[in-house]
């Protein structure tokens, strides 16, 4: 069977070595994680774990069964419609030609983050397929460095 991408969010009580017994469930199973972003929920004593992963459906229906076994887990969400978004962050030289920039963060929902006399660092904020695409063309103009965030995910 095929390998599905699959988008899982988990909320759990916001105490140390929770994070660790996640990863060691899917570790402990032979199942990557793709993508990982941990946040609190605002005035609650509760944590978003986002979690972006492709596999064999038999394994990440037991993954699932499994996170509800761990006891710090409130509720998992892993089914049903999601908003993701992911951000990136490139590093470029102002000594680069830049022309044609501004209609490339116009159209990957970016903008200039930040900027000294020597450097620019450019964001954009989009769904993961389009950030796939932003990094693609700010190649062009030779980066000194990207970083990507984890997704973020929320049920509809």
Known sequence: ??????????????????????????SG???????????PVPNTEFSRVSIVTSGDVKVFEQIVKQLYKLIPIYKVIEDGEFVEKEMALVKISL???LSGLDAVLKSYNGSVANSNDEILIVMACDDSLRID????????????DIVRSGSVIMEM
């Open 95 to 97: 000594l680069e030609n």
């Open 29 to 39: 199973r032979g199942y990557n994680i793709d993508s990982l972003t941990v946040a």
């Open 133 to 144: 695409s932003f990094v693609k063309t700010m190649k062009k103009y030779n980066p000194i």
């Open 1 to 26: 069977m095929k390998d599905k991408r699959r988008l899982i969010s988990v909320i759990v009580l916001n105490e140390h070595g929770v994070l660790s017994r996640i990863v060691g469930l899917f």
